[in-house]
């Protein structure tokens, strides 16, 4: 859930060597909740999309971003994947 991720960025902070780097890869959207997973359809996986401005409002106060790419997906959902490095 959305309401996690500064403790999560907070975390990160104290496990990452100064200048260390996080991959982190999100569909982009506004949802939040349980959707049939697309690669075993009866089992559902709890999902959270965020926006490219939102992901990068969590992070700005302690890291930049050094890597950003949108891929398009056959599905029609967008995948925004980030390398971010701790300032």
Do not use: C
Not at 33 to 51: A, K, L, V
């Amino acid at each position: 859930p959305k309401e996690r991720i500064p403790l999560l960025i907070q975390k990160w902070k104290k496990l990452l060597k100064p200048k260390g780097i996080v991959w982190i890869m999100v569909k982009e959207g506004n949802k939040e909740g349980f959707e049939i997973d697309e690669d075993n359809p009866s089992h559902q996986r709890w999902m959270t999309y965020f926006t490219n401005s939102e992901i990068k409002s969590y992070f700005a106060e302690d890291f930049q971003v050094i890597y950003e790419l949108s891929q398009p997906m056959p599905s029609g959902k967008v995948w925004i994947k980030y390398l971010f490095r701790l300032k």
